[in-house]
Each structure stands twice: as C-alpha cells, then as structure tokens.
C-alpha cells in the first residue's frame, strides 16, 4: 500500500531524527538541570503557542482545496489557493512574533518566573519567522506526494541542533548555546521546508504559478469559513493540550516544568512512527471522501486503526514498566520525579496515537466545527479542574488531567466521524 511506502520513508528519517533528539535530551538535561531544562521548555512553548492560536492550519486548507483541485487538473486554482495560503501565513508568524516581544516581561514574571529572561522569549520568538511558510509548505508536499522530504529536512536540522549541544556539553556551555542550538534549528526547518516546497510548486504548476490572479477562485468564503473553523480548533488543542508546559510553569515553577518536559519527551516518542501515518493518511482520506468511496474509507481505517493499536499498545506497556530505567537514562537520576507523570502521560497518548485519524476525518467529511465543540467540552473541564489538582498534586495531576482530555475528547470526535460516514452510505443508498 502505498501509505505505508510514504509513510516508511518518512518513518525512516524520523526515526534517524528521533536517535539524535534522544541524545542532545541526554546532553541538555544533565548540561541545564531540572530547572534549567524546564525553561528552556517554557520559551519554547510560549511562541509556539502564540504562533498556533493565531495559526489557520494552512497545511489542512491546502491539502483539502488544493488536493481537490489537483485531483481536477484546476491548476489555476490551486496556485491561487496556495499564493493566498501562503501570505496568510506570512502575516501570521510576523503578527506572532510581535506579540511574544510585547508579551516577554509578562511571560518572564507569570511563567518564567525567572529575572532577566525576558530576551529569551524574544530571540527564540526569532524562528517563527523563519517558518513562514512551514505549514503551507507542509500540505504542497502532502499533495504531491513527496511529504518524505520533511523527514529528510527534521534530520538536517537535528544533526546541527545535536553538534551544537554536545559542544555546549563537552566544553560546559550555557543555557543560552542551549537556546540557540534550538533556535538554529527551527531556523534550518522553515527555511528547508519553504525551498523545497518551491522546487515542486514549480514542477506541479509552472514556474509562473506565483501570477495566478485569486479570482480564478469562486469559493472564497467557504474556503475562509473553514480556515476560520480549523484556526479555532487549532487554539482549543494548543490551549488544553500542547501548552502545558506553560501551565505548569504557571502553576509551579520551573523546575516542575522540567520534570514534565522530560515525561512529556520520552512519552512522545510515541508520536515518531504515528506522525509519518497522520502526514500521509490525511491526503488519503480526503481522496476517499471526495470520492464518496464510503466502503473503502472504512476498510481504510480499520487497516490503519490495527496497525496503529499493535504498536502503539506494545510501546505503552513499554514506557509503564521501563519507565524509571528509560528516565534514568534519559535524564539521570535527578529527574526520576518524572515517573508518575510519565505514567500518567502514557495512557492518553496511547489512546490519542491509536485513533489517530480522528480530527482528519472530520475535516474531510466537511464537518470542521466538531472538533472545536469536542474540545471545548473536554479542555474547559480539564483547564477548570486544573486550578484545583495541579497546584495541590503537582505534574502527576497534570499528566491525568491531560490524558483525561485525550480519551474525551479523541472519543467524541472519533465516533462523529463514524456517525456521518454511516449517515452519507444511508444516503447512497436511497
């Protein structure tokens, strides 16, 4: 099957990417300590969090329009498309970056909690402009095929972020080379990613496919409404799921975050063989959508949902009772009090990585408003008990809470998702 060629391919680099990431972990967690590591995480988190809530997710809009008109040989249309996707983007990680340099000072007393790091938000905000184009990028090579690439690019950047932190290491660098070694390497990504995504836009739709005028498309509101809609759903996930290092660091301090960032690392190792399924199984799906092959796209996803479970279950396991030896090696001994997150962590993201193919589906089945009602419902009840249990039981509390959110709201966007392909074969059939 020709998914899981694209997605070994991907695999592949990923895997290459993942050993790298493995040992600067090792190196910046004993270089940095708990408290150091945990903020160079809190940096990290903040404009990547800024970026997403502003994000209208280009990489979904050009997969799901322009894999349409691809697929019709509408040319014009989809260099319209991709034009419009990409100066959006453009003005979002510039509209980002100024608002993680207004909001430094804050961050530095409210997050950081640490004097006189309010240059660090602002330098690492830095690469946010170098992935100007990272997501519209993203979703072109997701057209054509070529979504490998971004494997290739990861693993150059890790190689360099990697050289930089074991000299930092080797000659007892600081936490700032530490930053800048991330820094470069974000920078090494977007860049990478924008150059190549070129090269195939050329390829695909000519090298004037920059000229094609945006009237060439007619549907422009629908196509906002559904970024509009995928943007709001983008900042409900990065509010309730992928900010908790910020929250942490707000209801703890640092060297909490610390703890939490090394569970969190090490559990999302899970996502190395699942990312490579989500990057070429979303072009997959939506061509079975657009097709009305409904038969096909459930036999689709029970293929991929089997697969994913027998992995994914065999690493939890895994992860729980190795635990404490995978964090000793990871981190040391000093960061054993990431355990019980680590555990906590675990049981979600199984569960996540298992049902991948939730949030794709729906956007392929037109129904792009779901997910922001499911996790709306699911992250209001995890961010309002949050007040309570993490303050009074620490980064275990916060593992919970965060896999509770998973199972939720994975749960109701799965069965939807279901629920409509039953409908829409009810439907054919009368």
């Avoid at 260099?79 to 608002?99: D, M, N, R």
């Amino acid at each position: 099957m020709k998914i899981f060629r694209a997605s070994g391919s991907l695999f592949s680099a990923n895997s290459l990417s993942l050993a790298l990431s493995i040992v600067q972990g090792v190196m910046a967690t004993r270089l940095l300590g708990p408290a150091g590591f945990g903020l160079i995480g809190v940096v990290m988190a903040f404009a990547a969090t800024v970026n997403s809530v502003l994000s209208f997710r280009m990489s979904e809009v050009v997969v799901i329009y322009g894999g349409k008109y691809l697929k019709k040989n509408e040319t014009e249309k989809a260099a319209a498309l991709i034009k419009a996707a990409a100066w959006t983007e453009a003005t979002v990680s510039t509209l980002a970056f100024l608002i993680v340099l207004a909001a430094a000072f804050w961050a530095e007393v409210h997050i950081a909690k640490t004097p006189q790091t309010a240059w660090m938000f602002i330098v690492f905000a830095l690469g946010l402009l170098a992935n100007f184009n990272t997501e519209t990028s993203t979703g072109v090579l997701q057209n054509v095929g070529l979504i490998h690439w971004q494997g290739v690019i990861n693993l150059i950047q890790s190689v360099f972020t990697v050289l930089i932190i074991a000299a930092a290491y080797v000659f007892d660098g600081s936490l700032t080379v530490v930053l800048f070694a991330y820094l470069i390497g974000k920078v090494i990504f977007g860049l990478g990613m924008f150059l190549v995504a070129q090269i195939q836009l050329r390829k695909a739709l000519g090298a004037g496919w920059s000229r094609a005028p945006f009237s060439a498309i007619e549907s422009w509101r629908e196509i906002l409404h559904f970024a509009v809609s995928s943007n709001v759903s983008a900042t409900l996930i990065k509010i309730f799921r992928e900010s908790e290092l910020i929250w942490v660091g707000f209801f703890l301090d640092t060297t909490a975050a610390g703890y939490y960032r090394v569970a969190y690392t090490i559990v999302y190792f899970l996502a190395i063989p699942a990312d490579p399924f989500i990057a070429t199984t979303y072009p997959e799906i939506n061509h079975l959508a657009v097709d009305s092959a409904w038969s096909k796209l459930k036999s689709f996803l029970k293929k991929i949902t089997a697969f994913s479970f027998a992995y994914n279950l065999v690493l939890g396991a895994g992860l729980i009772l190795f635990g404490r030896w995978v964090i000793g090696v990871y981190s040391g001994a000093e960061f054993l009090s990431a355990y019980p997150a680590l555990v906590a962590l675990t049981v979600g993201l199984v569960f996540n990585y298992i049902l991948f193919w939730n949030r794709p589906l729906l956007l392929a089945l037109g129904l792009p408003q779901y997910p922001i009602y499911a996790t709306l419902a699911a992250g209001l009840v995890k961010l309002a008990l949050s007040f309570w249990l993490v303050p009074l039981y620490g980064i275990a509390a916060a593992g919970g809470l965060l896999s509770f959110y998973y199972v939720a709201s994975v749960s109701l966007m799965v069965e939807r998702g279901l629920r409509k392909i039953r409908e829409n074969e009810n439907r054919a059939r009368y």
